[in-house]
């Protein structure tokens, strides 16, 4: 009787570790998700007030981490010049970032660089590729409508091209499918 007392009571002890150990495990996540979107609504906050140089340090903080929502704002603010100048190719390097964490607005706005030629030249199947995405993750119909548009100006070989990338951007971020 002794024996499975003894038996039972370590079992007990070793549940009881597994327990917290698992507590500490899901808190630990929980917390940092909390403090991720604590910093981005401080982020958010600033950039309401119009403290871009706010916004742009807590929002540099949780985008390097890969929050989306973050990664998008700063580049809002690196299109629009905010902090300055314009910087597109900043702003393109956050949008894509948050174009590839599947954030439909960082979509919209990648393709609406790449359709008006604000990070460089018009690349009309960049830009038909990141809308075409932006109204299929997000059923966003402006997207669809600027798409539209732009595929009245291109050729049928490059609307393929585009919608090929499209399909296999989809592919990789959904399914983890990755076409050689």
């Not at 495990?25 to 600033?46: C, I, K, M, R, W």
Request: net charge negative; aromatic share 16%; proline share 0%.
């Amino acid at each position: 009787m002794k024996l499975i007392e003894k038996c039972v009571f370590k079992m007990t002890y070793v549940v009881k570790i597994l327990v917290c150990f698992s507590l500490i495990f899901v808190f630990s996540g929980v917390g940092y998700a909390d403090n991720a979107e604590d910093t981005f609504d401080l982020g958010y906050e600033a950039f309401v007030k119009r403290d871009y140089a706010g916004a742009e340090k807590h929002w540099m903080r949780v985008g390097a981490l890969g929050h989306a929502r973050a990664q998008n704002g700063l580049g809002i603010m690196y299109r629009d010049g905010d902090l300055g100048e314009a910087r597109s190719e900043e702003a393109a390097d956050w949008f894509l970032r948050s174009a590839n964490n599947g954030y439909a607005y960082a979509m919209f706005n990648l393709g609406m660089l790449y359709k008006t030629g604000r990070f460089g030249e018009v690349d009309d199947i960049q830009a038909y590729r990141w809308l075409l995405l932006a109204s299929t993750v997000n059923f966003d119909e402006n997207a669809k409508f600027q798409a539209n548009l732009l595929s009245q100006r291109m050729d049928r070989t490059s609307l393929i091209e585009a919608r090929n990338q499209a399909q296999i951007w989809l592919n990789e971020f959904f399914f983890g499918i990755l076409k050689d």
